[in-house]
């Protein structure tokens, strides 16, 4: 008994032995293997091998004429250089980036892809949305299919819907290469675009309807439902907030009316600042510029602060008014500020001759040389 009790203590040694072996083997390999994966693919993005990122979300038709494989650049500025890729036949062009690494020394990096997003969303009276996500690649190589990059944290439903996105013509993206341009160099009109796209994806409405931009009405306004009500009333008094913080960017909170000189300093601001006499008739509100600029700030108080103490129908209306209202101040501030195309062309370097080769006849998918 005692021998068969020895063989058993000895086997299990062995085993615990073989196993602590294992173990430490195991070990040994998944350490390696992370010291490799943290060399070769470092995660500190954008870095000297990962600072090519496909920019998913938008692409271009082919009317300009590119062939498979062609990397050309399209424009770019410090922190980013875009190229337009056409990685496979016969199918649309990409819209790459190349990022600078100093980017991760800024406290905020406004990157080419929320700008292109927010200037298409404005040049549409944010009528039409993009979704933008930049798919990072390691060790890039153009002359490689897009099913042969290796692409950090994109899965097989990742690659899958990688290609989708809007469709562009290049012609399309330069008609507001301008707001792009001030975009990027001025943070008041990045803020207030920024602003105020939140609050027309919060809760929608027709600017071209609501402030007559057309003899006509393309189409009626849509009231929700009875049932729908309770669902929307917070979208309502958050639209709100976001349209406010437009307007404070673009010209701050009102100052105190009882001190006249601030006050008129005030109101030369808004003529300066954003070509708009705030004592014109703000139609949709039926009251002066400059009266419901204080009306919404007050407005906005209340709908931070006192959730349902509206009714329900004149907190709709009112959240229209001040999506308008913001909206004439952003359109008068860009219009102050935007330069002109020819001075944009040269201060983002865009490749004009490329642009310039877009037929407006035709759109394709098709790579050149087409053939029959």
Same mark, same amino acid.
């Given at each position: 008994m005692t021998s068969e009790s020895n063989k058993e203590n000895i086997i299990a040694n062995n085993l615990e032995s073989t196993l602590a072996q294992f173990i430490e083997e195991l070990n040994e390999y998944s350490n390696k293997k992370q010291a490799f994966l943290d060399e070769?693919?470092?995660?500190? +993005? =954008?870095?000297?091998?990962?600072?090519?990122? #496909?920019?998913?979300?938008i692409k271009f038709e082919n009317s300009f004429k590119p062939k498979v494989n062609d990397f050309v650049h399209l424009m770019g500025w410090d922190d980013e250089e875009l190229f337009l890729w056409t990685h496979? %036949?016969?199918?649309?062009?990409?819209?790459?980036?190349?990022v600078s690494i100093r980017v991760k020394e800024k406290n905020f990096w406004k990157n080419s892809g929320r700008v292109i997003q927010l200037a298409y969303a404005?040049?549409?009276d944010f009528e039409? &949305?993009?979704? +933008?996500?930049?798919?990072?690649?390691?060790? #890039?190589?153009?002359?490689?299919?897009?099913?042969e990059q290796e692409i950090y944290d994109c899965d097989e439903l990742d690659r899958h819907c990688l290609l989708n996105g809007n469709i562009l013509k290049l012609s399309d993206l330069s008609s507001f290469f301008p707001i792009i341009e001030l975009?990027?160099?001025?943070?008041?009109?990045?803020?207030? +675009?920024?602003?105020?796209?939140?609050?027309?994806?919060?809760?929608?409405?027709?600017?071209?309807?609501?402030?007559?931009? #057309? =003899?006509?009405?393309?189409? =009626?306004?849509?009231?929700?439902?009875?049932?729908?009500?309770? &669902?929307?009333?917070?979208? #309502?008094?958050?639209?709100?907030?976001?349209?406010?913080?437009?307007?404070?960017a673009l010209i701050g909170k009102p100052p105190n009316k009882e001190k006249a000189n601030r006050f008129l300093?005030? %109101?030369? %601001?808004w003529i300066n600042e954003i070509g708009i006499n705030p004592d014109d008739e703000f139609v949709k509100g039926k009251t002066t510029y400059i009266d419901f600029y204080y009306k919404l700030f007050d407005l906005r108080n209340e709908a931070a602060h006192?959730?349902?103490?509206i009714p329900f129908d004149l907190e709709r209306l009112q959240t229209v008014e001040a999506q308008c209202f913001a909206s004439l101040l952003l359109d008068g501030y860009i219009k102050k500020n +935007?330069?002109?195309?020819?001075i944009v062309t040269e201060k983002l370097k865009i490749n004009q001759k490329l642009i310039n080769q877009v037929d407006h006849k035709m759109s394709t998918p098709r790579t050149f040389p087409w053939t029959d």
């Amino acid at each position: 008994m005692t021998s068969e009790s020895n063989k058993e203590n000895i086997i299990a040694n062995n085993l615990e032995s073989t196993l602590a072996q294992f173990i430490e083997e195991l070990n040994e390999y998944s350490n390696k293997k992370q010291a490799f994966l943290d060399e070769y693919y470092p995660i500190d +993005i =954008p870095n000297e091998v990962c600072n090519y990122a #496909f920019i998913q979300g938008i692409k271009f038709e082919n009317s300009f004429k590119p062939k498979v494989n062609d990397f050309v650049h399209l424009m770019g500025w410090d922190d980013e250089e875009l190229f337009l890729w056409t990685h496979t %036949k016969d199918t649309y062009t990409a819209l790459v980036s190349k990022v600078s690494i100093r980017v991760k020394e800024k406290n905020f990096w406004k990157n080419s892809g929320r700008v292109i997003q927010l200037a298409y969303a404005y040049s549409t009276d944010f009528e039409h &949305n993009m979704e +933008i996500d930049y798919k990072w690649c390691y060790y #890039f190589d153009s002359n490689k299919s897009i099913s042969e990059q290796e692409i950090y944290d994109c899965d097989e439903l990742d690659r899958h819907c990688l290609l989708n996105g809007n469709i562009l013509k290049l012609s399309d993206l330069s008609s507001f290469f301008p707001i792009i341009e001030l975009l990027l160099r001025d943070d008041k009109a990045y803020t207030a +675009i920024s602003n105020f796209y939140t609050s027309m994806q919060t809760h929608y409405c027709c600017l071209i309807c609501e402030l007559n931009r #057309f =003899p006509y009405k393309k189409h =009626p306004s849509h009231e929700p439902k009875i049932w729908e009500q309770a &669902n929307i009333i917070s979208d #309502f008094e958050s639209a709100i907030v976001q349209a406010c913080r437009c307007v404070e960017a673009l010209i701050g909170k009102p100052p105190n009316k009882e001190k006249a000189n601030r006050f008129l300093e005030h %109101k030369r %601001k808004w003529i300066n600042e954003i070509g708009i006499n705030p004592d014109d008739e703000f139609v949709k509100g039926k009251t002066t510029y400059i009266d419901f600029y204080y009306k919404l700030f007050d407005l906005r108080n209340e709908a931070a602060h006192s959730y349902g103490t509206i009714p329900f129908d004149l907190e709709r209306l009112q959240t229209v008014e001040a999506q308008c209202f913001a909206s004439l101040l952003l359109d008068g501030y860009i219009k102050k500020n +935007i330069l002109s195309s020819e001075i944009v062309t040269e201060k983002l370097k865009i490749n004009q001759k490329l642009i310039n080769q877009v037929d407006h006849k035709m759109s394709t998918p098709r790579t050149f040389p087409w053939t029959d």
